[in-house]
């Protein structure tokens, strides 16, 4: 017989709704169980977030937020989302992050005791409150050390979800004995040992991330592949909105990939501009360098293709350099190590994938269509981000829907409900080595046929083309999976080409252009 654990809730992410969640249940009085597949905990979207996250403008309504995510969202904003966002998020940043964790925001200069507001694209006020350009790392890593110093929570690194566990595919019982569409855990891969688990849960709290890695050019971390939305519609779950992929109009492009520049440094005063120096954005969008990510990002696509250029430029050297070194100080050391030294000239900048507006489809505290199954983050859809996503709205969702759902989670437990868990099936081992040179050619067709297909602008032509490469590939993908002995390299490929499937099959579906899914026919 196998190793089987057990728990009240089981988060699979460490980033911030994952911590949200944890945090919430653990205070709430459940045991936790927190998986991350990175060596790291700390390795994450929420870690590497430059920009900040939304608080409030002085004297601002909450329906003043709202007006301005239904502005950006394309029109398919809910509008019940979006209301529950302003009306708890600045509340819980007042409350968890500044008070409880003690995260350090910068103050205002003019003003000591108050905080530093900023803008950034698509927001009609100063409301965004920073650490610097590491506004993400901060928030991260002092909710780590509070998370994992908590006496109910288990953290288990290097620890990679193969499958979640549902009644009717893993159940050794009869499936009548509870309803089938039930998730009761996962199975988990100890990457130190190679061996697999099953790791039983009374809730399961998807809070794995986005999906940029399975395009060419992303500012996301590595590990995000798909993996939530991939185990989650293989078990059952809705997926809504896949098409809706935001590409940041301004990520370095650098040998060891794309390095995001936050889009604060618009917001603070720069502007996109032509190799000559010569600003063009008024061409696209009256706010010029500050319109809405999807615009920005196919105007400058747009741009290259007619120049022939290959990247367009952010421009901030009116700006004194002092300034720019405290303010950007991460971004300012990394195009220093790139040889750009971005207080004397402008930053040359390429859109990347960076965002997904679509995901598991989730009510307001995080339920799925599968029983005792959640979602948080950027993995769910809550519809708050419609066709396009409202700058520094990312951070606020994963601590407004993360702590609802940890809340929510926790409440059947603590009042002593009765979870079924069925006896589920040992894993069954393959033992042939896998080729690392397949596994990175196929990642790689699958990030080309997306970029080139189903990137900025698509086409029927383009997606009808991809959809033949990407099924083929499937096919291959999955005979490979079945033979080869488990790692978390074969893992992210079999959820990464399920993901470019799901985005190409709602890309394909939903013909008219809205927000950042641009169809030229």
């Known amino acids: 017989m196998q190793d089987t654990l057990q728990t009240d809730i089981l988060v699979i992410g460490s980033g911030l709704a994952g911590l949200a969640a944890a945090w919430d249940a653990a205070k709430r009085g459940c045991k936790v169980t927190l998986l991350t597949r990175a060596s790291n905990p700390e390795e994450s979207n929420t870690d590497r977030a430059q920009g900040g996250i939304i608080y409030r403008a002085q004297g601002e309504s909450p329906e003043q937020l709202v007006a301005d995510i239904l502005s950006v969202g394309g029109g398919l904003s809910s509008l019940d989302a979006a209301r529950l966002l302003s009306r708890e998020g600045p509340r819980l940043v007042k409350e968890i992050l500044i008070d409880e964790l003690g995260v350090r925001f910068d103050s205002s200069t003019e003003d000591p005791q108050q905080l530093d507001l900023t803008r950034e694209a698509g927001h009609s006020l100063p409301r965004i409150v920073h650490y610097k350009d590491q506004s993400g790392c901060a928030i991260e890593r002092a909710f780590l050390d509070r998370v994992c110093s908590h006496p109910n929570v288990k953290l288990i690194s290097a620890a990679t ?17 509870y ?13 130190t040992t190679g061996k697999i688990f099953s790791l039983l849960a009374k809730e399961t709290i998807l809070a794995t991330g986005g999906v940029g890695s399975v395009f060419l050019h992303t500012t996301n971390a590595s590990g995000a592949r798909g993996d939530g939305i991939a185990m989650a519609y293989r078990a059952g779950a809705r997926c809504i909105n896949m098409q809706y992929i935001q590409f940041h109009p301004t990520a370095l492009l650098a040998p060891d990939g794309c390095f995001l520049i936050s889009e604060t440094v618009r917001g603070e005063g720069g502007r996109l501009v032509d190799r000559h120096g010569k600003e063009f954005m008024q061409r696209f969008h009256p706010a010029g360098s500050l319109a809405p990510r999807d615009i920005a990002a196919r105007a400058i696509y747009q741009m290259m293709l007619e120049s022939g250029e290959p990247c367009v430029y952010l421009d901030i050297t009116h700006k004194p350099a002092d300034q720019l070194r405290e303010r950007f100080p991460g971004i300012y050391a990394v195009c220093i190590e790139r040889g750009i030294d971005l207080t004397h000239e402008p930053i040359p900048v390429v859109p990347a994938a960076h965002y997904s507006c679509g995901g598991i489809a989730t009510d307001d505290c995080g339920r799925t269509t599968v029983e005792r199954l959640r979602a948080a983050g950027e993995v769910a859809c809550t519809g708050l981000h419609g066709a396009n996503r409202l700058a520094s709205t990312s951070l606020l969702e994963c601590l407004v829907w993360g702590t609802r759902t940890g809340a929510q989670a926790a409440q059947g437990i603590t009042r002593g409900d009765d979870f079924y868990f069925p006896k589920v099936a040992d894993w069954r081992y393959e033992h042939e080595p896998a080729d690392p040179a397949l596994i990175t050619q196929d990642w790689l067709t699958i990030q080309h046929t997306m970029w080139n297909y189903v990137g900025l602008i698509r086409s029927e032509r383009r997606l009808n083309r991809a959809m033949r490469i ?6 291959e993908i999955a005979r490979f999976y079945e033979k080869c002995e488990v790692s978390d390299s074969i893992i992210g490929l079999r959820n990464g080409i399920l993901t470019a499937l799901l985005i190409l099959e709602a890309a394909q579906q939903s013909r008219e252009s809205r927000g950042c899914h641009y169809r030229i026919n």
């Open 161 to 177: 979800v193969v499958d979640l566990l549902t009644v009717s595919h893993h159940s050794l019982e009869p499936t009548d004995v």
């Open 179 to 191: 309803r089938p569409l039930t998730c009761v855990g996962a199975y988990v891969l100890d990457q």
């Open 470 to 475: 990407l099924r083929e590939l499937d096919l």
